[in-house]
């Protein structure tokens, strides 16, 4: 089984920034990919950024220039660095280990990131 807690969530001013933080426990496999998803109140989940077991990344277009996804294995800890949040970044953020190996998702259970002036 997996573990998935998330930290760092909390109110910030448009243009702020703030470092969401997952730590995963259980057992974690070297080639799990792990990311970050969002859900906004009245919109489905969706994809924010993921880093592969080899540290490819993506992100949504939206978040592009702004959010920086790391990982360290060591750790078993993923980062979100989210910096020139807008209004429209404002949703509860979920980490995500997808399991290649056998093609499951583990979530968390989510932090809250509310961007208001």
């Known amino acids: 089984q997996v573990q998935l807690v998330e930290s760092g969530g909390g109110l910030v001013q448009p243009g702020g920034s703030l470092r969401l933080s997952c730590a995963a426990s259980?057992?974690?496999?070297?080639?799990?990919?792990m990311g970050w998803y969002r859900q906004a109140p009245g919109k489905e989940r969706e994809l924010v950024a993921r880093i592969t077991s080899r540290n490819s990344t993506n992100y949504a277009d939206s978040v592009k220039g702004r959010f920086t996804i790391s990982r360290d294995n060591a750790k078993n800890t993923v980062y979100l660095q989210m910096n020139s949040l807008k209004p429209e970044d404002t949703a509860v953020y979920y980490c995500?280990?997808?399991?290649?190996?056998?093609?499951?998702?583990?979530w968390g259970k989510g932090t809250l990131v509310t961007v208001s002036s």
């Open positions: 259980g057992s974690i496999f070297s080639s799990d990919n």
């Open positions: 995500n280990l997808f399991r290649v190996m056998y093609v499951l998702n583990y």
